[in-house]
């Protein structure tokens, strides 16, 4: 058999282009480890694409390491993102923005060598998932994917020594926060707020001694408060409002001397305010309502003098508001509900001059209001002394405020009723029956303006009800916004009906500032944002009421 001259050249000119590629494809894996269980190219998910891309050349001239082009590959494809053709070239300027997704390199002049730093897809709706290979873009100081709808877990970035801030707040993710996150120690600010994160936040948090800000609220995390973020001394934001955190407020946590914001509204904590608190003077703003908090309110908080917001309400605080409290002249909004005393009124002086939100509703609060109201505390917009036992006249120094809510509802104000009231967006003065001058609850005049609704209970109004209901008497057979029908083998009264009734000795709920809580204005705002706190268990019948 005759074997032309040129076969065998052909031969092995075909088995080394067959190597080539064998050998291109392991420097895949030698580079960014794209292979699972020695199969190059599989389809396992974001590896493909970045696998897959045989236009790659990890031998061409650029400066980003072919690891870094590989990870950064596979994280815009697990984002759910178009992949693009990135080089090694990528970094040859200093920002890149490809397929809404915004990339920072840092390049050394003498070597060329360049590492990607930032990464970002803000609020631009991806609903891929958070890749592991994140890890692998060592140089990374700044992530943000906030305001996206990413789902599945955090992985595991303990290889990000160099990360500074890490934000995934305002996504789908679900899952524990991994302890490994409290091995970033370069971190400055951690944001996993509106999440669906769940379990316990790790102690392990407490060794990010760089942190200034801390972010995990509008969550399900449980448990109690780790007593290790009391270390976290450069703290200045601390947010873990809305959750399901349970047990009383660590001590340790009055040692954050640089702490503005405490956020921890909305969870099921109890006991008092610890006494350690009093050295957390540089608070601005201080949220602790809707939990089950108790106790006298500490005078230490006048001593706050940074302080603007302080949200107490939906407690079950007893005792009277220390008068100084209301010589804070810094403090713009107080809110404060359900205070269990015998009794007390304003005080005579006050010096109260910066406040915009006046909430006291259910304080047993007596006596006359305070001309000084009127006259002092002209920034005053929003103010609800609802369900107490205030007596007297509405002093005609009110005139002078621009109040866009008056809740004065369930008090005994008596006298007439200013005709300048009329002019207010949102008044409710129901359940006080000693006004004289009872034509103005069914005039028709300004009810095109929307401003008043005279005639609609509940509707933001004036309103005079003759129906008062008794305060101890709570139907737990409503057909909200229904009709009466029967269910489970109970009879569910129409709304607003009362045929069957049950008492209890305790609280069943707190007082929520319902109709008036709200800045805006549509009212079913706050039902819709805040659950109040329902403790019977029949609770879920009253998840979707409305106030």
Not at 128 to 142: D, N
Not at 290 to 314: C, E
Not at 322 to 342: A, K, R, V, Y
Request: charge should be positive; glycine fraction near 6%; charged fraction near 15%.
């Amino acid at each position: 058999m005759h074997i032309p001259p040129a076969l065998p050249f052909l031969l092995l000119l075909l088995l080394c282009q067959h190597g080539s590629v064998f050998s291109a494809r392991t420097s895949y894996v030698s580079y960014g480890a794209l292979q699972r269980n020695n199969v190059p190219c599989s389809r396992r998910g974001a590896s493909y694409y970045a696998c897959a891309d045989q236009n790659f050349n990890c031998s061409a001239d650029g400066g980003l390491p072919c690891d870094e082009v590989y990870a950064l590959k596979a994280v815009i494809s697990a984002l759910g993102l178009p992949v693009p053709q990135i080089s090694r070239s990528y970094c040859s300027e200093k920002s890149f923005y490809y397929n809404s997704i915004s990339t920072t390199c840092d390049c050394d002049a003498t070597t060329t060598i360049c590492h990607i730093t930032t990464i970002a897809t803000y609020s631009i709706s991806v609903s891929g998932h958070v890749h592991e290979w994140l890890s692998k873009l060592i140089y990374l100081k700044k992530i943000d994917l906030s305001q996206n709808q990413l789902r599945g877990s955090i992985p595991n970035l303990v290889n990000l020594t160099r990360l500074t801030s890490l934000k995934l707040g305002q996504n789908h993710l679900s899952g524990p926060i991994p302890p490994t996150l409290g091995k970033l120690k370069a971190l400055e600010m951690l944001d996993l707020q509106k999440n669906f994160l769940n379990e316990t936040i790790p102690p392990s948090l407490g060794n990010l001694m760089n942190l200034t800000t801390l972010s995990l609220s509008n969550n399900m995390l449980s448990g109690q408060i780790p007593k290790e973020l009391g270390t976290l001394l450069n703290l200045t934001s601390l947010r873990l409002e809305d959750n399901q955190l349970s047990g009383y407020l660590p001590p340790e946590l009055g040692k954050l001397s640089k702490l503005e914001e405490l956020y921890l509204n909305s969870n099921n904590l109890s006991g008092g305010l610890p006494g350690s608190f009093a050295n957390l003077r540089s608070l601005v703003l201080f949220r602790v309502a809707g939990n089950k908090l108790s106790g006298k309110i500490p005078l230490f908080i006048a001593k706050w003098t940074n302080l603007t917001d302080l949200y107490l309400m939906g407690n079950d605080f007893e005792g009277e508001l220390p008068p100084e409290i209301f010589n804070m002249p810094g403090l713009q909004s107080l809110w404060i509900s359900d205070l269990n005393n015998t009794g007390f009124s304003f005080p005579k002086f006050a010096n109260m001059t910066s406040i915009n939100y006046l909430i006291m509703r259910n304080c047993s609060l007596g006596g006359r209001i305070p001309k000084y109201i009127g006259d002092n505390w002209t920034s005053l917009m929003h103010l609800d002394l609802s369900f107490n036992n205030l007596s007297g006249r509405i002093p005609r120094s009110m005139k002078n405020l621009f109040l866009n809510r008056l809740g004065l509802a369930s008090n005994m104000l008596s006298g007439p009723i200013p005709s300048w009231i009329r002019e207010m967006y949102k008044v409710d003065l129901s359940y006080n029956y000693n006004f004289t001058n009872p034509q103005y609850h069914n005039s028709t005049k300004y009810k095109n303006k929307q401003k008043l609704n005279m005639t609609e209970p509940n509707r933001g109004s004036i309103l005079a009800l003759s129906n008062q209901c008794k305060s101890k008497q709570h139907s737990l057979f409503i057909n909200c916004g229904g009709p009466q029908t029967l269910a489970e083998g109970n009879q569910y009264d129409e709304d607003n009906a009362t045929t069957n009734f049950y008492s209890i000795p305790g609280k069943w709920a707190y007082s929520c500032s319902g109709d008036f809580i709200s800045t805006t204005s549509n009212p079913s705002d706050y039902v819709k944002k805040m659950a109040c706190g329902v403790s019977i268990s029949e609770e879920s019948l009253y998840k979707t009421a409305r106030l």
